[in-house]
């Protein structure tokens, strides 16, 4: 079964600073590997996503993350945090639907980034 | 281009009540998924339409259902509802099935069942 694990409810760090935010998964089919920022009420927003090809992904808002088969990672880092970056973060793998012909989206818990002056 | 909606952004029912909770998809959506999400707590598939048929569902009791319309917006029905739907709902829209297609969210609507 697919399952995602993010390490750590809650990380702080200052602002300028690296941020690291951890996901592991588990899948039993060729993983593609999502990350989204939930903002205080707001939806998700999609900061970025590997399916194939290049392991190390960039996406929006100067995250980056690189998939590691070995090690069934996908953390998410940005070289120097700011203040905009405080939010909520989750990590999600496609999941087969049963009994359907395609996939849903399985999240882990989330990580709450909070960022220090 | 319009993103997705979804109303009301607020609700408040108590206990053996029912509720529906409706979504506007983006344009060129043909599919759509319904997540809930409880405090504290990664988003939980529902289930999902596809040109108006479920197309999958997660593990909610059938008293959860849905509807998905000609024109692709989507309602999200639950029947007696219990203290635990306390929840923040969100409906995601993409352009197919296909799962590497991005899922748009809404900004969701917080139920509170007293």
């Known amino acids: 079964a697919q399952s995602v694990t993010q390490l750590g409810s809650h990380v702080s760090v200052s602002e300028g600073a690296l941020v690291l935010l951890r996901c592991n998964y588990s899948?039993?089919?060729?993983?593609?590997l999502f990350w989204y920022v939930q903002y205080p009420n707001q939806g998700l927003q999609l900061l970025l996503k590997?399916?194939?090809?290049?392991?190390l992904v960039k996406g929006i808002n100067g995250f980056e993350a690189e998939f590691k088969k070995s090690e069934t990672s996908f953390h998410l880092t940005k070289p120097s945090a700011h203040m905009s970056d405080a939010a909520e973060y989750f990590c999600?793998?496609?999941?087969?639907?049963?009994?359907?012909?395609?996939?849903?989206?399985?999240f882990g818990k989330g990580t709450l980034l909070t960022v220090n002056p | 281009e319009t993103g997705v909606t979804q109303s009301p952004t607020h609700l408040i029912k108590t206990r053996g009540q029912q509720v529906t909770l409706r979504c506007s998809s983006q344009?060129?959506?043909?599919?759509v998924s319904w997540y809930q999400q409880a405090l504290g707590q990664g988003p939980q598939f529902i289930f999902q339409?596809?040109?108006?048929?479920?197309?999958g569902r997660g593990n909610f009791p059938p008293r959860f259902s849905g509807l998905q319309f000609p024109n692709y917006s989507s309602e999200l029905n639950v029947n007696a509802l219990e203290l635990d739907d306390s929840a923040l709902y969100l409906c995601?829209?993409?352009?197919?099935?296909?799962?590497?297609?991005?899922?748009?969210f809404g900004p969701g609507t917080r139920l509170t069942v007293l």
């Open positions: 995601a829209s993409s352009f197919s099935l296909a799962s590497y297609n991005e899922q748009f």
């Open positions: 899948s039993s089919v060729p993983p593609y």
């Open positions: 590997y399916t194939t090809g290049a392991t």
């Open positions: 999600a793998v496609r999941t087969p639907n049963s009994g359907g012909s395609n996939y849903k989206l399985t």
């Open positions: 344009s060129g959506h043909n599919t």
């Open positions: 339409y596809y040109r108006e048929e479920e197309n």
